[in-house]
């Protein structure tokens, strides 16, 4: 079945700088990874997501890149900003709707 | 809609007692999965349900754990008896099938003592 690795596990940084969360999958059918923000206490929520289609996809702030030959995935996060401070969880499914979710990455931006 | 409702928020019960967690996923979704949550595994999928039926319960750690999807709108996941390495935040999640994966909506969660 599908494994996905997430690094790092914790990522601290400046208000301003950027964070770049990594992940791998093992499953060559996957095709659809998308990245969930979960604040302390709450549910996960979807931030953006990719197809095994696209390389690259931005929104706003926020872009992820996809590299299927390598199998991995990353989530990059420009100026950075207090209320970034999650944990966040990458993705990956094969089209069958089952979610294999990463171990989670602890982001802090100090201000 | 209001999304997907869990109940209860949080349960606390001593070892050995029977729980029942509770999900009413969002309206019109044909896929519903339960996941639990814990500091040490992160996100595990346990069970997901299409169209009331269980595709995939490869998840479920043992035969203390079972789930049912009685109908569209609600689902439970069991656990008898209970254990305190149960103890976790239990997720349900909902989403709409179509051919490719779509977007999983979360429900706000429960938080399961075991004591």
């Known amino acids: 079945g599908e494994n996905v690795e997430q690094h790092p596990s914790t990522l601290s940084v400046q208000e301003g700088d950027s964070a770049v969360i990594k992940c791998t999958y093992s499953?060559?059918?996957?095709?659809?990874f998308p990245w969930y923000k979960q604040e302390l206490g709450k549910r996960p929520q979807l931030i953006i997501d990719i197809r095994s289609n696209v390389g690259e996809k931005k929104d706003q702030r926020i872009a992820v890149t996809l590299n299927k030959t390598a199998k991995h995935f990353s989530l990059h996060i420009t100026e950075t900003q207090p209320e970034d401070s999650a944990v966040y969880f990458c993705a990956a499914s094969n089209g069958f709707q089952k979610l294999v979710f990463g171990t989670g990455t602890r982001l802090l931006v100090s201000p | 809609d209001a999304g997907v409702i869990q109940s209860p928020r949080h349960e606390v019960t001593e070892m050995g007692q029977e729980v029942t967690l509770r999900c009413k996923p969002i309206?019109?979704?044909?896929?519903l999965f339960w996941y639990r949550q814990t500091m040490m595994r992160g996100l595990e999928l346990l069970i997901y349900?299409?169209?009331?039926?269980?595709?995939?319960d490869s998840g479920m750690p043992e035969d203390r754990f079972s789930a049912k999807m009685p109908n569209a709108s609600f689902s439970t996941l069991k656990i008898q008896p209970s254990e305190p390495r149960d103890s976790a935040v239990y997720f349900c999640a909902s989403s709409i099938g179509g051919g490719s994966s779509t977007e999983a909506f979360f429900g706000q969660g429960t938080r399961l003592t075991v004591v």
């Open positions: 499953d060559s059918a996957s095709n659809y």
């Open positions: 309206s019109g979704h044909d896929y």
């Open positions: 349900f299409n169209n009331n039926v269980p595709i995939d």
